[in-house]
């Protein structure tokens, strides 16, 4: 994986090999630049994303349904951190997959499954709210975090199970199916049936169901608030049951932020497959993706005052001290 400089001759990837793909050229302090980027980046969203992990992990406060999907997602953007932003770094860079075959069909599993989990644990962000904001009395009876663990857990296998059937089916184990890619790439060749087939799995149904849910929480969520605000002016009293509706409307909106800044992310990134064949467009687009990861810890450090918390006694060490899970954040 050493660099070349420009005087050099055409190199391969795998100079012993006749197919061989050939490998690009770049300088050294192209070299450089590049792989202390994409490592500090790999670090920072692996650093944020732990976070996370640690604070609902260890802290029984934070122990609540909602907060098992935003553990789900902070788990699914540290393996993006952990384990994508590095393969793809050295894929970008090096120009060449130096891993083998094998492991490219089980990177190409890893890959579709961290992504396509992404989407569907925003799903059951916004199923949680739905339930939480529109049928107020029946969310302690239906969603509960043994209820929401199972839901994960099905989410996952269920993906799992789609990705390797889209792998294998389009020949990734097996280099006869791909005599139109040299040695030394990573890649899929899928079929006009399997590509409407993973969109529409992938990114449209969830992104329905998202639309419509959320439509319907921001259209009740207006409602209450006016209910509340009358109640204020007119000076009568406003219940707990009233408060409590208020504040699940604001995690509402807080989560429905999350939820918008990763599409905006997103649909480029689809939108740019189908239609654009710019390969620099689409690298660039994929890493707008990958970055996200890094930005959702900060949401929840802007938007919940409990993560601020949670991080300073991470910081300070007062994790371990005795029944430090006990901490009451919310004051």
Do not use: D, P
């Given at each position: 994986m050493a660099y070349e400089t420009e005087h050099q001759e055409t190199q391969y990837c795998f100079p012993n090999f006749n197919s061989s793909c050939i490998k690009g050229k770049r300088s050294?302090?192209?070299?450089i630049i590049m792989y202390v980027f994409?490592?500090?980046?790999?670090?920072?969203?692996?650093f944020l994303n732990?976070?996370?992990?640690i604070s609902i992990s260890h802290f029984k406060k934070l122990h609540t349904p909602t907060n098992m999907i935003i553990l789900s997602l902070a788990v699914n953007d540290l393996l993006i951190g952990l384990i994508v932003m590095p393969i793809q770094a050295i894929r970008l860079i090096e120009t060449c997959?130096?891993?083998?075959?094998?492991?490219?069909?089980?990177?190409?599993?890893?890959?579709?499954?961290?992504?396509?989990?992404?989407?569907?644990?925003?799903v059951l962000i916004a199923v949680d709210r739905y339930v939480a904001v529109c049928h107020p009395l029946l969310y302690p009876q239906k969603i509960t975090i043994t209820n929401m663990l199972?839901?994960?857990?099905?989410?996952?296998?269920?993906y799992s199970a789609y990705n390797t059937s889209f792998v294998v089916n389009n020949g990734s184990f097996d280099s006869s199916h791909r005599t139109e890619v040299c040695y030394g790439k990573c890649s899929v060749m899928m079929s006009f049936s399997w590509i409407i087939t993973d969109l529409f799995m992938s990114f449209i149904f969830p992104c329905l169901i998202m639309i419509t849910l959320y439509s319907r929480i921001f259209y009740v969520v207006h409602q209450q608030v006016k209910v509340?605000?009358?109640?204020?002016?007119?000076?009568?009293?406003?219940t707990e049951s009233s408060v409590k509706r208020k504040s699940e409307s604001k995690a509402a909106l807080t989560l429905g932020i999350i939820v918008t800044i990763y599409l905006l992310f997103y649909i480029p990134y689809y939108i740019c497959i189908?239609?654009?064949?710019?390969?620099?467009?689409?690298t660039v687009l994929a890493w707008a993706v990958c970055a996200n990861s890094g930005v959702n810890p900060l949401i929840y450090a802007l938007y919940y005052s409990s993560f601020k918390k949670t991080v300073k006694h991470i910081f300070t060490l007062k994790?371990?001290?005795p029944a430090s899970f006990l901490l009451c954040i919310f004051k």
């Open positions: 050294r302090h192209e070299y994409f490592s500090l980046l790999s670090a920072w969203t692996v732990l976070l996370v992990i997959w130096y891993f083998g075959e094998t492991f490219c069909g089980f990177y190409l599993i890893l890959i579709g499954l961290i992504f396509s989990a992404s989407l569907s644990n925003l199972k839901s994960i857990c099905l989410n996952w296998l269920y509340i605000n009358s109640l204020m002016k007119g000076g009568k009293r406003v189908l239609f654009v064949n710019s390969s620099t467009t689409i994790i371990f001290q």
